[in-house]
């Protein structure tokens, strides 16, 4: 069972806005450890999509933006599109584990 | 550009040993960190090994130390993860990834790129 709880799927229209929320502890996202954002389309590897929390490194659009308070951060994607769909995963360190540790991730569903 | 190339998966019985491969280039190999992170069939992502620039430090999750060990060779760019002992709670596609610094400390650190993965497969 992973220490940063994800819902397991949200769904969308083309073009609404969803949100996947990421929910740890005070021994990791609590404890100001940095939170990280991946994509993983179907069959592929991980994509970084958000770093430290906030930012999208370089080809990522700015559809997709992240946000980090207290022991959870967030991750929206407005102007759903169709290749939105896909896993995806936060990730951030735990300090009892002295590791780093993944969400359980999130499936995003385009209707 | 920046690749990762895995290699080494296949179908193991249990009780085997496993030798993983991840050879890297286009970038400094010697200048990262380097990860070995790994996936279960439809399960999620799990953080398994990482290992300093010249492999003198070496960290694992608890599923994995006393099981696995991470190495490195900078000359041949390459990074291995070893295991003398699979069970099928190892099945799982194998993925190296490159540490990145945030510049706030190791435990703030994200992965990318990532390799296309390798998968292994334990069965009697």
């Known amino acids: 069972q992973s220490l940063l709880t994800q819902p397991p799927s949200v769904a969308g229209a083309p073009g609404q806005r969803v949100t996947i929320s990421c929910t740890g502890s005070s021994s990791n996202i609590g404890a100001g450890y940095d939170v990280h954002w991946y994509q993983q389309l179907p069959g592929t590897a991980p994509k970084l999509l958000i770093f430290?929390?906030?930012n999208r490194p370089s080809g990522v659009p700015d559809r997709f933006s992240g946000s980090k308070s207290g022991t959870s951060a967030s991750l929206a994607i407005t102007g759903l599109q169709v290749e939105d769909e896909a896993d995806y995963y936060c990730?951030?360190?735990?300090?009892?584990?002295?590791?780093?540790?993944f969400g359980s991730g999130t499936k995003v569903t385009v209707l | 550009q920046v690749q990762l190339v895995e290699s080494g998966g296949g179908v193991f019985q249990p009780g085997r040993s496993l030798r993983l491969s991840c050879a890297a280039s286009?970038?400094?190999?010697?200048?990262?960190?380097m990860h070995w992170v790994r996936q279960a069939p439809g399960k999620g992502l799990e953080w398994v090994a990482l290992i300093s620039y010249d492999g003198s430090n070496k960290y694992y999750a608890d599923s994995a130390k006393g099981r696995f060990t991470i190495s490195r060779d900078n000359s041949k760019n390459t990074l291995y993860l070893q295991t003398n002992s699979l069970t099928v709670e190892d099945t799982a596609v194998y993925y190296c990834a490159r540490d990145q610094e945030s510049g706030s400390g190791t435990a703030h650190n994200w992965f990318d790129p990532w390799g296309q993965g390798t998968l292994v497969t334990v069965s009697s």
């Open positions: 286009g970038f400094t190999f010697s200048a990262y960190f």
């Open positions: 430290g929390n906030i």
């Open positions: 990730q951030s360190y735990d300090s009892t584990l002295s590791g780093y540790v």
